[in-house]
Nanobody, 125 residues
Framework: QVQLVESGGGLVQTGGSLRLSCAAS????????MAWFRQAPGKEREFVAA??????????NDSLKGRFTISRVKAESTVTAYLRMNSLKPEDTAVYYC????????????????WGQGTQVTVSS
């Protein structure tokens, strides 16, 4: 079992920045690639970014590349994934979910093994 706990969401003005955090705990958390998805009201869950177990490989939604940066840090039995979001726009408003997939990076939400509870990001115009 892997437990994911997100933090860092909130209200920000257009052009502002936020950093989301996701703490992954569990004996095998280091065996999982990490990712961020988001879901706006009335829309499907959308892939944002992912990072491999080693942190050496990243993958981004092309429409977000350049503004969003994913990273991860391992300490003891906990892995923390971060999503740095710059130049935020009102269309970035959504619930952001942390996700973990066993061994490999996944873009398809149906292939995700564990989800966090989500954190709301609201960008005001």
């Amino acid at each position: 079992q892997v437990q994911l706990v997100e933090s860092g969401g909130g209200l920000v003005q257009t052009g502002g920045s936020l950093r989301l955090s996701c703490a992954a705990s569990g004996r095998t958390s280091s065996n999982y690639a990490m990712a961020w998805f988001r879901q706006a009201p009335g829309k499907e869950r959308e892939f944002v970014a992912a990072i491999s177990r080693s942190g050496s490989t990243t993958d981004y939604n092309d429409s977000l590349k350049g503004r969003f940066t994913i990273s991860r840090v391992k300490a003891e039995s906990t892995v923390t994934a971060y999503l740095r979001m710059n130049s935020l726009k009102p269309e970035d408003t959504a619930v952001y979910y942390c996700a973990a997939s066993f061994l490999d990076v996944r873009r398809n939400p149906n292939e995700i093994d564990y989800w966090g509870q989500g954190t709301q990001v609201t960008v005001s115009s």
